[in-house]
């Protein structure tokens, strides 16, 4: 897919948010956003968690590795969102000295930036969504499916006006 712009991108996590509000049980996925730098990934988070009804500032997890959402009020399928900026990890172990095997485990929606850099200890993604910034600043948007789960997403996404 492309979004040619940033109304594109807030299209997009909007559908996407109707499509988490809609799942009959609550949320358990894993969702991993590839990307240069630059490429969208928080941007793209900060628009889904408006979209879900976040308020107020929406911090990038680049410094605290996490920020986390209690959308049990406004999203109640969706819960809670954790939201993870890997860039800064050096090292895979990082992730589980910082205890989020536990966060993984359990129920909500885990969104996480530079996934590559906690490879082998992240569970498998339920959704990737790749982002490549274009010559025209547009940027190409691939989905890929790792679960059933992210079948279903994907399905519901391709077919959201």
Wanted: aromatic fraction near 10%; charged fraction near 20%; proline fraction near 6%.
């Amino acid at each position: 897919m492309l979004w040619p712009d940033e109304a594109a991108c807030e299209a997009f996590a909007r559908s996407f948010a109707v499509g988490l509000a809609a799942c009959d049980s609550p949320v358990n996925a894993s969702i991993e956003l590839h990307g240069q730098l630059g490429a969208g990934k928080t941007s793209l988070v900060r628009h889904l968690l408006r979209a879900l009804g976040v308020q107020g500032r929406i911090k990038s997890p680049s410094y605290a590795v996490m920020e986390s959402y209690d959308l049990s009020s406004t999203a109640p399928s969706v819960g809670e969102v954790s939201h993870f900026d890997f860039y800064r990890f050096n090292d895979p172990r990082e992730w589980e000295d910082a205890g989020f095997r536990d966060i993984f485990a359990a129920p909500g929606l885990k969104l996480s930036e530079w996934p590559e850099k906690a490879a082998g200890v992240l569970p498998p993604a339920d959704l990737q969504i790749w982002l490549e910034v274009l010559v025209d600043d547009s940027r190409s948007v691939r989905l890929l499916a790792g679960t059933a789960w992210g079948v279903q997403m994907l399905k519901f996404l391709r077919s959201a006006p």
